[in-house]
């Protein structure tokens, strides 16, 4: 709230902060979206809801362009991602049966899966379960995958 206030202080624009606290939800703090919003705000009001429908399109745009140097292997990730988006979060053994339930046995790519995708910084890992690490993209994800 802090960094969105005085942003928009630093600019001359009066921002209520019950529109900034909806932005902190939907964003969930992450600082790229949060100034993504102040920018856009900046350049001419809009609703949150539009701002955050923009900054999906472009985190999906990203996920889609990395997922293409999987090859064959780009259907999976992309189950293991709806999978964990529709959970929220999500431990080893749901994501396997979830990819396995929808396209057929994995063996053992599922590590490299999940390796690969926190590495690229799409997921978090915190204590065995695996969550998408932007909300923009879990929002996307959920709609449109």
């Not at 992450?30 to 920018?39: H, Q, S, V």
């Not at 064959?72 to 959970?87: D, F, G, N, Q, W």
């Not at 994501?95 to 790519?109: D, L, P, Q, V, W």
């Not at 915190?126 to 998408?132: G, V």
């Amino acid at each position: 709230m802090d960094f969105l206030r005085r942003g928009f202080e630093q600019v001359g624009m009066k921002v209520e902060d019950s529109l900034l606290e909806e932005a902190r939800g939907r964003f969930d703090g992450i600082i790229g979206w949060l100034t993504y919003f102040g920018l856009s705000m900046i350049n001419g009001k809009e609703p949150v809801e539009s701002i955050e429908k923009r900054a999906s399109k472009l985190a999906v745009s990203e996920l889609e362009h990395a997922l293409r140097i999987y090859g064959v292997a780009e259907s999976r990730y992309r189950e293991a991602l709806k999978i964990i988006a529709t959970l929220g979060h999500a431990r080893w053994t749901q994501i396997k049966r979830g990819i396995e339930a929808r396209i057929g046995k994995i063996y053992s790519s599922l590590c490299s899966i999940l390796s690969n995708l926190v590495d690229s910084g799409f997921l978090e890992k915190t204590e065995e379960r695996y969550k998408i690490a932007d909300p923009a993209l879990r929002s996307v994800i959920l709609r449109y995958w």
